[in-house]
């Protein structure tokens, strides 16, 4: 039987988990809920059944593996991690892995602040010189591993794929002279199971955000 996983028709904070469970190989339902559109974003597609999963905290995104009902993106991430030995596994690999998994938090929801403003125009500019500068960071941090932990893929490479992803279309010249990272979006694009994933119907590139937000949705 398949999981579950549920999360509005939007990449948003379900992106990730999409792609990993596409790289491990699991076998999963993608739940989708709608929102209405402006002035109100009906939510009701969602709220008429939230109760009825028997989520402690019912939110999405959520996951249900059998008994086991899971809310939180990153709760989420980390158990289908420890499934498939995607948390690291070196001391110095776990420390890491801790590190990205909320430094990429910050940047999401830094991201979400910025896309979602009426100001966003306006903004935009100061936005992308704070992104720039945390990008800079994440290349130092990369620096010559393959991935984020090391030279193995774990779990926090597929939020921080998502997250710099989102970011080179919202600026393509982003990431100029930051090669590293260049190569390590080209690397995870190449995986053979997310280039499948990305070339098959089943693959969501639009819409980013929500109909609420200012990029990333009415494009």
Known sequence: MPVQLGYWKIRG??????????????????????????PDYDRSDWLNVRSSFGLDFPNLPYYIDGDIKITQSNAILRYIARKNNLCGETEEEQVRVDIMENQAMDFRNANVRFVYNPKLKELKPGYLKEARDKVEQFSRFLGSKQWFAGDKITFVDFPMYELLEQHRVLEPSLFDG???????????????????????DRFMSRPINGPASFFGYYF
């Open 13 to 38: 904070l379900a992106q990730p988990i999409r792609l990993l469970l596409e790289y491990t190989g699991t076998d999963y339902e993608n739940k989708m809920y709608e929102t209405g559109p402006a």
């Open 178 to 200: 930051l090669q590293n990272i260049k190569d390590f979006l080209a690397r995870f694009e190449a995986l053979p199971k997310i280039a499948e994933y990305m070339k098959s």
